[in-house]
């Protein structure tokens, strides 16, 4: 930031560059930059070529595109695909509804939400039919979703202050109120091992970030707690837990959480695998929380002391809430490496994105395809990933710079 | 705890109202609490495998372990115990560790100069990459690797690279250092260097310290070291007609390659991952560290008339390091934890083999217990070392 403020303000006016200026000044300045420029040329050229070559002309997509099902919601029953929908237009609502009461971020997010949705439904009307179909036409879903979307904008832009207070609840609310409705309730329920795809994939991550919250955030108060009894066990538990792979904690839940339970006690494998999660995201999100605590000048603790505040009041009304803004961006990035760490939930053979990228791989239909259909569903999941990581760090790098403005 | 405010119209506080006893109840309750919920967890998990028969020991330890092992550094037989088999997966995990960290760091500090460079192509080049990288899960990175190597030709009609690099469907075949077998008229002179070097570095920093002025004796201890050790190189090449050490470049014979060090596919697939995805990271370490160091510095050493790679080499880079290591240190622990992912690309390490372990003898609670505890023991002792080194880098700066 510091370099780009000094730069506009000492750089002096500069004349137009024509082209073969800026090729002078930026790829051929010296003989071994334009050495690199000449090589990279050749390089990119190569990759480009090879990349637009290979996509248009292998037959692989099939695989992905008849499985475009699979990829998003896993083996979840057809009959009971109303359920996504709803929890997809529930979250859309809620996105619509920010981006137009707080633009900025939240109205890109929006703006890209209703994008995705209506680039899905121009895929899908290219996608050969379900089998068995859905009981909703895909498209007409998503064309809706996107029409809420953008209802909900107008509505949020219209609303504006008014509805700040019950959409924060709205969200608070939005993370129980999906998982009631993924699962069902009363008559039928959608036991979780039959959850997938990209929903898994975003349930396992959300769910380590909001229920590892708590705990989290207790341990980094423990770990700078004066009481040395509770600093040893948090510091213990927070060391121990990052000191391992994330791996070996999944493996742990899997195969010795059974066995800490009572028998009557039943828990499935993604259950298992989200407090697997949990308990390992908590330990790093103590420890960010610990930076953002670290962050509090120390003059804030002593003039709520000063006031007459106890430490509870002094912690959850003073210190706590401007941690926790300092390191939102911080926890933006733990959600995203926890987003791409969900993955791994694949080799404990949950059908996540990745599984369910390697069932797609291995099912009989493609076996005729030489070499395999590997590369075009590695490539559709890698690119899934791809956009919301990138989403998501973008994001975070406009609320850091959102944060620093408002500090400065 | 101590300022809390008294209540004004006693004297005596009462106990429920004193921090200081609160503060020792509260602890004992947290105790009881946290212990409580182990003890119900270990005793119902005792109940459990009493009934299942397996009560945890490990007496299976020092039981043959009945399974290959696909490669190892040190030789392993089936009729070898599990401790042993064990022990050649903490191997090969440090194995894949140290060649990761190596060649991580040396692409990472590539890509981070490039993403500085003042070549336009270069920057955005590079720029794309770590966007792309970076925001891909490493085990589908992973599985891509794998996927890959599954698709090469056969040894015959291998890939090659410069003629040093083969690939091919048993993996990757390339150039390595060989001994010859003059390589013990060596040694000495390898020691002799190894203790000119220390000599010198001792007698120099003794001298600094006597004249209590600052100075660098580092590089010419290496410098001196790298001479007695080349000299001697010579010495035993031209008088042996043989040299100690040299490339063994694979050769391609009737069945298989001759000469070179062989990877196996799981082995290259999980480096190439690990390397691809971790150097990304430290690149952008490296970046925010160049960047980190005040520009006043960079133009004071360009007014002084250094060139733009000494610039970099002497002034900017010993800055940008102290504000490198922290990060860097944890990039290298999740290199090391992310290795634990070799179970998915077939390579036999530390995690994998304690799978294996597991589900032969069933075992369960000693087996995690002792991943467990070797990944933690390697954390520890690399974030010790790696503290210990970052304070005595700070230090100089005073």
Request: hydrophobic share 55%.
């Amino acid at each position: 930031m510091a370099t780009e403020v000094s730069q506009s303000q000492t750089r002096a006016p500069q004349p137009g560059i024509d082209v073969p200026g800026w090729l002078r000044k930026n790829l051929f300045s010296t003989w071994y930059n334009s050495l690199i420029s000449i090589v990279l040329l050749v390089i990119v050229f190569q990759v480009v070529t090879g990349f637009f070559q290979w996509a248009f002309t292998t037959e692989g997509w099939i695989a992905a595109a008849s499985n475009g099902r699979l990829i998003l919601v896993g083996r979840y029953p057809a009959a009971e695909l109303w359920r996504p929908q709803l929890a997809l237009a529930l979250v859309g609502l809620l996105l619509g509804l920010s981006g137009g009461v707080w633009r900025g971020i939240a109205q890109a997010l929006t703006i890209g939400f209703a994008g995705m949705m209506l680039v899905l439904t121009a895929l899908w009307t290219q996608l050969p039919p379900a089998n068995p179909p859905a009981p909703l036409t895909t498209e007409l879903v998503l064309v809706g979703i996107a029409v809420l979307v953008g209802g909900a904008y107008a509505a949020g832009r219209a609303g504006g202050e008014r509805l700040r207070w019950p959409i924060i609840a709205g969200w608070f609310l939005a993370y129980p109120t999906i998982i009631l409705i993924l699962q069902g309730f009363g008559g039928t329920t959608v036991p979780t091992n039959l959850w997938g795809g990209l929903m898994l994939t975003m349930l396992l991550a959300v769910s380590g970030i909001v229920l590892s919250f708590p705990l989290g955030v207790l341990l980094a108060l423990g770990r700078r707690s004066n009481l040395p009894v509770v600093k040893f066990f948090c510091v213990v538990y927070i060391e121990l837990i990052r000191g391992v792979p994330l791996i070996t904690v999944l493996f742990m839940a899997q195969l010795m959480l059974p066995l800490f339970l009572p028998s009557e006690v039943r828990i499935d494998a993604v259950v298992r695998a989200v407090v697997a999660v949990t308990l390992f995201s908590a330990a790093y999100l103590a420890e960010n929380v610990r930076g953002g605590l670290q962050s509090i000048p120390k003059g804030q603790v002593e003039a709520a002391r000063a006031l007459g505040l106890n430490v509870v009041k002094t912690t959850l009304l003073i210190t706590l809430p401007q941690a926790l803004k300092a390191v939102i961006p911080v926890l933006v990035g733990q959600f995203i490496s926890l987003f791409k760490d969900t993955s791994l939930v694949a080799i404990i053979g949950l059908l996540d994105l990745l599984g369910v990228a390697r069932a797609i791989n291995t099912q009989p239909e493609w076996l005729g395809f030489p070499g395999g259909v590997w590369r075009e569903t590695f490539f559709v999941v890698a690119v899934i990933y791809w956009i919301f990581s990138f989403t998501m760090s973008r994001s975070s790098r406009q609320i850091e710079a959102n944060l620093n403005r408002g500090a400065r | 705890m101590a300022t809390a405010a008294p209540p004004v119209q006693k004297t005596t506080i009462p106990f429920w109202r004193d921090t200081r006893i609160l503060a020792i109840l509260f602890q004992v309750l947290f105790v009881v609490l946290v212990v409580g919920v182990l003890w119900f967890f270990y005793t119902t998990m005792m109940a459990g495998l009493r009934q299942a028969n397996l009560l945890p020991s490990f007496a299976f330890l020092s039981q043959p372990a009945s399974f290959s092992i696909g490669e190892s550094v040190i030789a392993y037989d089936p009729s070898n115990t599990y401790g042993y088999a064990l022990l050649i997966g903490v191997l090969n995990t440090i194995r894949v560790a140290i060649a990761g960290v190596i060649l991580a760091t040396i692409i990472g500090i590539i890509l981070g100069i490039s993403r500085l460079s003042e070549n336009w192509l270069l920057r955005n080049v590079a720029t794309v990459y770590v966007e792309i990288v970076r925001n891909v899960p490493l085990l589908l990175q992973l599985f891509m690797w794998l996927a890959l190597t599954q698709t090469f030709p056969r040894q015959q009609d291998s890939i090659s690279i410069f003629g040093l690099i083969y690939l091919h469907n048993r993996g990757v075949t390339m150039a390595w250092p060989e001994t010859g077998s003059d390589f013990g008229a060596w040694v000495p002179w390898l020691w002799l260097g190894l203790l000119a070097g220390i000599a010198f570095y001792v007698v120099r920093r003794i001298q600094f310290a006597r004249r209590d002025r600052p100075g660098v004796a580092m590089p010419q201890a290496f410098l001196l070291a790298g001479a007695i050790v080349t000299i001697g190189y010579l010495f035993v090449g031209l008088t042996n007609g043989e040299w100690p050490l040299s490339l063994s470049i694979p050769e391609l014979q009737r069945f298989n390659f001759v000469g070179g060090i062989g990877l196996t596919p799981g082995f290259a697939a999980l480096l190439a991952g690990l390397v691809i995805y971790t150097s990304v990271f430290i690149g952008e370490i490296v970046r925010s560290g160049i960047q980190a160091v005040n520009k006043g510095q960079r133009e004071a050493a360009r007014a002084l008339g250094l060139t733009p790679g000494q610039t970099l080499r002497l002034v900017i880079f010993p800055q940008a390091l102290r504000i490198m290591i922290p990060p860097m240190t944890s990039q290298y622990l999740n290199l090391t934890k992310n290795s634990s992912l070799a179970v998915a690309v077939g390579y036999p390490d530390l995690f994998s083999i304690a799978g294996t372990t597991l589900n032969q003898t069933g075992q369960t609670v000693p087996v995690i217990m002792m991943v467990m505890a070797a990944y933690l023991t390697v954390s520890l002792v690399t974030s010790l070392f790696m503290n210990w080194y970052n304070k005595r880098i700070q230090l100089v700066e005073r």
